[in-house]
């Protein structure tokens, strides 16, 4: 306890140096002063309050036992806003006002019973459509480090929330990188699970949906999975994934393969000199890292197909007039596809589903770069050059996020340093299937490797529970 923000936040509220309520009040604080970054779609203020109070009473009168059935106690959180949280707008990223959601999303419950406080949620383009932060005729959520650039998506919101301190954790989601491409551009750390681990309802149109989480530390960040995940009568994805396991004691050195690029992407030469810093500081380590290239071909004309057939029955009629046109080609795109594209489709799934099942039974963990480019400009939904190939390629330079949707291996990013020009970097850990709390362990051990960066936007001071990021 206190080696991460969660532990540090209890200690706090143990010693009475803090109030949940001053938590509280210091995220909601924050979504005012960084409103700028339009990262917050919706408040909670007075009912975050309430919670918070009476968290605050509870720690009063019952000490350490508070947290007995209550594991995430006090910890403040936002909720992307494709998740259903009771009596917030609920309109998954449409523009204008929206009906409230009549109940928590399975997910949000279980945060909310073990005693997390929902302090509102974030934007999102419509339906998590992009992997940039556009958000239909609102604007573009900001990249904190550089507010001319995106946040990355479509939880972008979610990780320049984290990102700032409002709130430890935001919970995201993730069909293709959404919840690591943003971590990765805003200095984060994002956990997508093994695929139907945390319920996904109503369930996504195209199977490849996650729910993940975003906090500043691997454990924190393993524990909020831990207190969604298990199996839901809503999700039939959850009904065969085995119960969360504890790892063995691990072994002292980690036999890793290092691949530094996967699919056709060029990885820019800043991502590459960063993330090799960190494979150099396994190796000094002792750590045993191979380069591996990857086990089978690129996956994106089957994640394009299955994604696209999606929009295509989300969107169905004549709506181009309400979606951004590069949203709109790929709606008029998926309206082509044939069962026999998704069947081939479907058969790619499960040939690179296989292909690193066996890299992964032969390695503690694969590390890659999280994402191959550096941020791109806030009002794109793509790299340039990826726009200039078509709408097709609205996903294409993703291939290192975009491949464990399609196979459902867990995988999280964790901050590994910063380019020359100051924008984050992250690295990437994708363990076996199931392998979630390994996943964690592997990313907390790379993470104690590196220099320490705080939440602070390249701050070097230590992180301190209601710090945050005001400036």
Request: a neutral charge; hydrophobic letters at 40%; proline letters at 9%.
């Amino acid at each position: 306890m206190g080696t991460t923000p969660f532990g540090m936040l209890r200690e706090a509220l143990l010693d009475g140096s803090t109030r949940v309520q001053d938590e509280v009040e210091a995220g909601l604080a924050r979504a005012q002063t960084h409103a700028d970054l339009y990262a917050m779609r919706h408040l909670r203020a007075e009912a975050a309050g309430r919670e918070a109070r009476e968290a605050d009473r509870l720690i009063s009168a019952s000490g350490p036992r508070a947290w007995g059935e209550r594991p995430l106690l006090g910890v403040t959180l936002t909720v992307k806003e494709l998740t259903a949280v009771q009596g917030m707008p609920y309109g998954r990223g449409a523009g204008g006002t929206a009906p409230a959601a009549r109940a928590d999303s399975p997910a949000v419950r279980r945060l909310r019973e073990a005693g997390a406080v929902v302090l509102g949620t974030t934007c999102s383009p419509l339906g998590g459509w992009c992997g940039s932060g556009l958000a239909g005729d609102r604007p573009a959520t900001r990249n904190p480090h550089s507010p001319d650039l995106t946040a990355g998506g479509s939880s972008g919101g979610a990780a320049a929330a984290v990102a700032t301190g409002i709130g430890l954790a935001a919970l995201g989601t993730d069909g293709a990188g959404s919840v690591r491409i943003p971590a990765a551009f805003c200095g984060v750390t994002g956990f997508k699970p093994t695929f139907g681990r945390v319920p996904y309802v109503p369930v996504s149109e195209e199977g490849l949906s996650h729910l993940g989480v975003l906090t500043h530390d691997a454990a924190d960040a393993a524990a909020v999975v831990r207190a969604m995940a298990g199996p839901h009568p809503d999700d039939p994805a959850g009904r065969e994934v085995p119960p969360w396991t504890e790892p063995a004691a691990p072994p002292a050195q980690l036999r890793l393969a290092w691949a530094p690029s996967l699919g056709d992407a060029a990885v820019d030469p800043e991502i590459l000199r960063v993330c090799g810093a960190v494979v150099a500081r396994l190796r000094e380590a002792g750590h045993h890292v191979g380069e591996a290239r990857p086990p089978a071909p690129d996956g994106y004309g089957a994640l394009a197909t299955i994604l696209a057939d999606a929009e295509a029955r989300s969107f169905p009629g004549q709506t181009a007039e309400r979606l951004h046109p590069v949203h709109a080609a790929v709606v008029a795109w998926g309206r082509t596809r044939t069962a026999d594209d998704m069947a081939r489709a479907a058969r790619t799934r499960e040939a690179l589903t296989s292909a690193y099942d066996l890299l992964l039974a032969r390695h503690d963990a694969l590390i890659t770069p999280t994402v191959p480019v550096l941020p791109f400009a806030a009002d794109l939904p793509a790299p340039p050059a990826y726009l200039a190939r078509g709408a097709r390629s609205w996903l294409e330079w993703t291939p290192h996020t975009y491949t464990f949707n399609l196979t459902g291996h867990p995988a999280v990013t964790v901050p590994a340093g910063v380019t020359r020009d100051g924008l984050p970097v992250g690295i990437q850990i994708v363990t076996a299937r199931f392998a979630d709390a390994h996943a964690a362990h592997v990313a907390g051990r790379v993470q104690r490797l590196l220099p320490l960066v705080p939440p602070g936007l390249g701050s070097t001071r230590p992180f301190t529970v209601g710090a945050g990021i005001d400036h």
